[in-house]
């Protein structure tokens, strides 16, 4: 590790740490949806108003933007995200959400943002702290709505760059469910596109004991649920990568009533255009042709949710930024790995300006649990992945990699004075 970035790490000290732990509980206590983050900002912008930060609210409905200048250098991008999920906590945690939305749906950080948004506040803490040793300026977005796909957007929509500046680099991070003190990245395509879609199905509702006279959008959506499973292991080749998920079916209020409508959404990934064409074009034709079977008196009303781009970091970004971490955590405790299916919507931060991406992962499972997972090959039974309502992450050592990843990572892109 250099000396400068040493220096700017001492100020993690065990004040800082125990500050930033509450900090954490506080959030993950009152998790909020996507663009309904207005207590999550509201906190966030006191606390950056605290360092000596400029800061601006209301940026793509309910992101936040802080500007930490100090000279002249590069502008450097430092985005977390703050939205949770529509997910009942069952953690047993003494600070677990007991949280609801305005229509009473549980609202749970299920996904880690919590602690994102606490390591770039950790971060912003360091640099600030020091700011002789580095020079620049940071600029800090707090993004709302990445669950949905659509808050990079809407922030550089509402003039992120036109009204705060135009970074050199986009740098970000997530909290994954492998040792916590691990780090990993993926150079290239390292997340998948995403289709979220909404399939509307119209039948003709009656009473159970006359299925003559009805059609039944239930059955309707079951054979649309198991021809679906044919899309990727009969239509996709072996050597291309595609997943379609469908996460909900909606339909009837009674065991004795047919009902006249049946709602499913489907969850659709994919790496490139042609195979994100061809099951598009394939969930089409069987959503249509399943209802034509049926008899159904109207067409299906299929209606896209939401979207996320692939996610590319940028090779050679990304190989600097991973030898910084190397630095900062060792070698050991550093790695690559191989693209996943997950879906991010960081990208659209870089794309709007053309300029290089970074995101990689750290870990938040407790490292002693892990590894007894691995060794009874019961990873998947005992180790919690995002969006399952018991995911938590070990607040230590999970929140000092954090911050220190979030710092290393900005520090290597800052000016040296």
């Known amino acids: 590790m250099d000396e400068r970035t040493q220096d700017v790490l001492r100020g993690l000290n065990a004040h800082l740490r125990a500050d930033l732990e509450d900090c954490y509980r506080d959030l993950h ?23 000596g930060v400029e800061v601006a609210t209301g940026i793509g409905r309910t992101g ?4 930490l200048r100090n000279g002249a250098g590069p502008t450097v991008l430092l985005r977390a995200d703050m939205d949770a999920l529509p997910v009942k906590e069952r953690t047993g945690l003494p600070y677990a959400s007991m949280a609801t939305a305005l229509d009473g749906t549980p609202v749970m950080h ?33 993004q709302p709505g990445e669950e949905v796909g659509s808050g990079a957007k809407a922030m550089v929509a509402d003039g992120l760059y036109d009204r705060f500046g135009k970074p050199e680099v986009v740098l970000g991070q997530h909290v994954m ?24 199905l119209f039948g003709r509702g009656g009473h159970g004991s006359l299925p003559e006279r009805t059609v039944d959008p239930v059955v309707m959506a079951a054979a649309i649920v198991m021809r679906l499973q044919t899309v990727v292991s009969r239509e996709i080749g072996g050597t291309e990568t595609a997943v379609v998920t469908v996460g909900a079916i909606n339909a009837g209020t009674k065991d004795n009533v047919i009902p006249d409508e049946a709602e499913l959404l489907v969850n659709i990934r994919t790496y490139t255009e042609d195979v994100r064409s061809r099951v598009l074009a394939a969930v089409q034709r069987i959503v249509e042709s399943e209802a034509f079977a049926s008899g159904a008196p109207r067409k299906p009303d299929i209606s896209t949710i939401d979207t996320f781009p692939v996610l590319r970091n940028d090779p050679e970004a990304t190989s600097r930024t991973a030898d910084a971490f190397r630095a900062v955590l060792g070698a050991a405790n550093v790695e690559q790995m191989p693209p996943a299916m997950a879906s991010e919507d960081i990208g659209d931060l870089a794309t709007a300006l053309g300029v290089p991406l970074v995101y990689w992962y750290f870990g938040g ?3 002693a649990a892990y590894a007894a997972a691995v060794e009874k090959g019961t990873l998947a039974d005992d180790i919690p992945v995002n969006h399952s309502p018991t995911f938590a992450p070990v607040i230590s050592p999970t929140l000092e990699v954090g911050t220190t990843t979030m710092t290393a990572a900005a520090l290597h892109w800052l000016q040296t004075p």
Do not use: N
């Open 365 to 367: 499972a407790d490292p």
């Open 29 to 51: 206590l009152h998790p909020e949806l996507s663009f309904a983050e207005t207590q999550t900002a509201d906190k966030v912008a006191k606390r950056l108003a605290v360092l």
């Open 110 to 142: 299920a996904c880690g943002h919590d602690m994102h948004v606490t390591c770039l506040l950790g971060a912003l803490t360091l640099l600030a702290g020091r700011r002789d040793r580095w020079s620049g300026t940071v600029m800090a977005v707090f």
């Open 64 to 67: 936040v933007v802080g500007l």
């Open 177 to 200: 469910p492998i040792p916590a003190g691990k780090v990993a990245y993926c150079p290239g395509d390292a997340l998948a596109a995403t289709d979220a879609l909404r399939v509307h």
